[in-house]
């Protein structure tokens, strides 16, 4: 609702996301032909959710609870699920490939049309974000950004 509403007063809108909110960014930037920039995305966000089941393993950092994916959020991400890129251009994606929670390769094989840079060692934090920063004002043209960061 919030990218409709920016999109409806003609604002530019554009998407940073990491892990779990790469995934979604994909997702919007498909559907509302939106730049992002992807940070070790989950592309395949239902595969590897599946084994958190049932472990509490988000913290929210407004209450310090934590959160529990059962079966039915893991089985509402395939409503998300972006197999095909509709505007390659429009995305770019940062990956590192000593990742400890995802395969790079995964991201990697379905982002490769993407504005892709692939980097030796790191960590899903992706370690070094900071020299990117420059290049993401640039990236997004210093217009509205709407950030969805989910570590």
Known sequence: QLIEAFLRRNEKVHLVGSSLGGFYCLYLAN???????????????????????????????????????TLSHTKSLL???????????????LLQKDDETLDYKEAELLLKDTNLIVEEGGSHSFDGIERYFDFFSLYNTKKVVFLYFYL
Do not use: C, W
């Open 79 to 93: 409503d998300y699920q972006s197999n095909t890129i509709k505007n390659p251009k429009n995305i770019m994606t």
């Open 31 to 69: 559907k509302y032909d939106l730049k992002a920039v992807l940070i070790n995305p989950a592309v395949y966000a239902h595969d590897t959710l599946m084994k958190y089941q049932g472990v509490e393993f988000a913290k929210s950092y407004y209450d310090g609870s934590r959160f529990e994916f």
